[in-house]
């Protein structure tokens, strides 16, 4: 951090304001940290250098990639999502975006160590009553902005480690109100296990509301209380996940008789879900940051069938490596840099989010070597998002080196199955090759018409899967 003087007067001010630190929304583990935190609050640039920007990461929980107005051209659907299609006609739309993982625990672990979680061992989910979690070694994206200013909070769902070292308060966030688990009820519990108990860093709060509106009061309250410095919030609905629970009246804001009764439930959560999205940006413009705020959205994995996700046109969903398994919505939206309304068709990963995010703050986020993302923020301009970008292999394997392994290179898809079911876990299936720009629902398996480019592809695979780990616990069945 650059030399720079403390206006006193104004930081004077703040703590007669904020006397009571026990009423602050967020701590610090010492109060050294508290004061020189809050004094930086309010430093003063000799090179009147901009402040930068603010972060929010939006992610929902199991969203159909079809399942928003800004997805489909007139669909009905887009009634339900006005906040979220507001977002995005004010920025772009990537169309070719994956998460490095097809269920929950793994796809938050990469995103928020922008590596891919194979290669730690972080390739299933974390079973309550365990001590997995995200490896200590693993440097979050929340660790990286703290060390440049940021404060930094987590809201909604952790599901990235339930003991103590593990807690979102370790691993770089000022500030957790959520649950540890991977999802709970949406109302109130009378009882309920620690892990999904509603907590304020570490202290259980009472169970009242609508989990989806909670989150949403917790986020748009620490906007308010850190709008004066900059801030990473990182807001990880549990919804649409199950369990299929809506409140009544935004059951009967979903209107169609070609809806079966669990999709009118889901369509709900999802609706219930974009309203607490339209109360954070409301926060921004009220607070006068949003235009020196970047919002992104996205969705942890792909769809969940069960819960009536409708992933089209990619065939698969959630725990697939299929398309409808890892391609998911995203919108990226920072006044001033990205263009409105506009289309970035080129792949990019949730990896990509950390590089990015590190450069936004004004720090070259390629060189942190260990990174396997590169930034985006090159493609928002015009040049752009005209170049042609270098060609890059994105990867994917799921429950180890018997489970199956995929790859996107450009416009090509080399997937392997794992072994069928009655013949154990000896070995995968037979390599199937698809072309993305013409065939998104993976229908046309082109492997035996391009037996070159599949032994390539096969090689890069073959690589990649030599630089990974074992998973270093196991799971039960991702549902």
Partial sequence: MRCARVDLVRFQGYLETHAEISRMSFFFPTAVAT?????????????????????????????GYADFGFQQDD?????????????????ARLTNFYMAAAICSPSRAGLLTGRYPQRFGHERNILPGTNNGLPLDQVTMADRLQERGYRTACVGKWHL??????HPNRRGF??????????????????????????????????????????????????????????????????????????????????????????????????????????????????????????????????????????????GKKGDLQEGGIRVPCVVRWPGHVEP????EQPAISLDLLPTFLEV???????????????????????????????RALYWRSFGPSGPIALRSGRWKLSIPGPPKDEGFERRGAPRLYD?????????????SQPDLVHRLRRLLEEWEGLLESPRWESQPER
């Fill in 341 to 344: 309304g506009a289309v970035i």
């Fill in 174 to 315: 000022d500030w957790f109100y959520g649950c540890l688990a991977g999802s709970r009820s949406y109302f109130p519990l009378e009882e309920s296990a620690p892990v999904k108990r509603i907590q304020e860093n570490g202290a259980p709060t009472a169970e009242k509301g609508y989990l989806t509106d909670r989150l949403a009061s917790a986020a748009v309250r620490f906007i308010g209380e850190t709008k004066d410095q900059p801030f990473f919030l990182y807001l990880s609905f549990t919804a649409p996940h199950s369990p299929p629970q809506a409140k009544p009246e935004d059951l009967a804001r979903i209107q169609g008789a070609e809806l079966s009764e669990r999709r009118r439930v889901y369509a709900a959560m999802v609706k219930s879900m974009d309203d607490a999205v339209g109360q954070v940006l409301a926060a921004l413009d009220e607070q006068g940051i949003a235009d020196n705020t970047l919002v992104v959205f996205t969705n942890d994995n792909g769809g969940q069938t069960r819960m009536e996700a409708d992933n089209t046109p990619l065939r």
């Fill in 361 to 391: 703050a004004g720090t070259d986020g390629s060189q942190e070597g260990e990174l396997d993302g590169v930034t985006l923020a090159s493609l928002w301009s015009d040049e752009g998002m005209k170049a042609t970008p270098p060609e």
């Fill in 161 to 166: 480690g339930y003991a103590k070292e593990y």
């Fill in 436 to 448: 993305l720009d013409q065939d998104p629902g993976e229908a046309n398996d082109l492997a035996g």
């Fill in 35 to 63: 004061i020189v935190s809050i004094a930086t609050t309010f430093v003063d640039d000799r090179d009147g250098s901009e402040r930068p920007p603010n972060i929010v990461l939006l992610l929902a929980d199991d969203a």
């Fill in 75 to 91: 669909s009905p659907i887009a009634e339900w999502t006005p906040h979220l299609d507001r977002l995005a006609q004010e920025g």
